[in-house]
């Protein structure tokens, strides 16, 4: 039982345009997201955070957005770079434990 | 700040014998460090939460006497494949949570990749 989902597993944009990376998840009791990005033969990096009781998060080029009512949350990545194209993983978290979405291939296309 | 290493990087072993993967955070100290396996395009699983001084807490479906974790130091944590067989290749990262940095964020190892003739 899947219970974050990252339905999209690749994404193709254009360097400056805006890349959004979409998840969703069943249980209702997560209520701490997280992104992450990850390089090749590499260990996941954190990239931002939000809260259950927040409904957007800004840091620089990326923010992040939760529905609540629609158990969805989005990554938006602005202006994209090429050195953003990478895997990126949503995690959710209950009582400490985080689980992890199948990821999103992001190629950003100079 | 926050790094996590992880040792070997790569790993060949024999079917049948026993390897050692190390984690450790090196500027911090980590109450809690976890092990994860993922598999080709596919997403990070969760193996065992690795609590310094106790027991690991095991996921569903991961057998703990094949997969043998210490975690004997604020900054070291081992996770032990017991008479591997080609079906335990995969890479396997760990990540350490640091409890005075930011609530949940988990700072993670860069990998090892196991392969099991």
């Known amino acids: 039982d899947q219970q974050v989902k990252q339905n999209s597993p690749s994404l193709s944009v254009q360097e400056g345009r805006i890349s959004i990376l979409n998840c969703d998840y069943t249980?209702?009791?997560?209520?701490?997201f997280l992104w992450y990005k990850k390089y090749p033969a590499e260990g996941p990096t954190f990239l931002i955070s939000?809260?259950?009781?927040?409904d957007k998060n800004e840091d620089g080029r990326f923010t992040v957005f939760l529905n609540k009512s629609a158990k969805h949350l989005s990554l938006h990545i602005v202006p994209s770079q090429p050195g953003d194209s990478a895997v990126y993983f949503c995690a959710a978290s209950a009582r400490q434990k985080v689980t992890f979405g199948t990821g999103t291939k992001l190629q950003v296309i100079p | 700040g926050a790094v996590v290493s992880q040792h070997p990087s790569w790993v060949i072993c024999k079917s049948g014998t026993s390897v050692k993967i190390e984690c450790r955070s090196l500027?911090?100290?980590?109450?809690?460090m976890f092990w994860y396996r993922q598999f080709p395009k596919q997403s990070l699983m969760l193996m065992a939460t690795?609590?310094?001084?106790?027991?690991?807490?095991?996921e569903q479906g991961v057998e703990k006497d094949k997969f043998l974790i210490n975690h004997a130091s604020l900054t070291l944590s081992t996770l032990t494949v017991t008479s591997a067989h080609p079906e335990d290749s995969s890479f396997y990262i760990c990540?350490?949570?640091?409890?005075?940095?930011?609530?949940?964020?988990?700072?993670f190892g860069p990998g090892t990749r196991l392969t099991v003739l």
């Open positions: 249980n209702s009791m997560f209520d701490y």
């Open positions: 939000i809260s259950s009781i927040k």
């Open positions: 690795s609590n310094e001084g106790s027991k690991a807490t095991y």
């Open positions: 500027d911090f100290q980590a109450t809690t």
């Open positions: 990540s350490a949570r640091d409890s005075k940095r930011r609530r949940l964020e988990q700072f």
